[in-house]
Nanobody, 124 residues
């Protein structure tokens, strides 16, 4: 079992930056690929970014490529999402998730554990 707690959300102006953090419980954090998803009002939850186990590959949605960066610190059991050049359309609740899968980690159905989400609001 993995418990995930996101933090770092808030209100920011367009063009600004935020860094989200996701702290995980458990001693086997380094074994889990991790992902970030988001859900805007009235829309379905969508993939944002994912990272494989330590030293592994990263993946991004086209809409955030070049602006967002996912990273992990296995010593701290934490995964990060650095968000730069934020746009109003990035406004959403952001969720981190952990998966035991090695493939398909850009899809929601691959994920076994989810955090409660953190609100990000980007004003124009």
């Amino acid at each position: 079992q993995v418990q995930l707690v996101e933090s770092g959300g808030g209100l920011v102006q367009a063009g600004g930056s935020l860094r989200l953090s996701c702290a995980a419980s458990g001693r086997t954090f380094s074994n889990y690929p991790m992902g970030w998803f988001r859900q805007a009002p009235g829309k379905e939850r969508e993939f944002v970014a994912a990272i494989k186990r330590s030293g592994g590959s990263t993946y991004y949605a086209d809409s955030v490529k070049g602006r967002f960066s996912i990273s992990r610190d296995d010593a701290k059991n934490t995964v990060y999402l650095q968000m730069n050049s934020l746009k109003p359309e990035d406004t959403a609740v952001y969720y981190c998730a952990a998966t035991r899968a090695m493939l398909g980690i850009t899809t929601q159905r691959a994920y076994d554990f989810w955090g409660q989400g953190t609100q990000v609001t980007v004003s124009s």
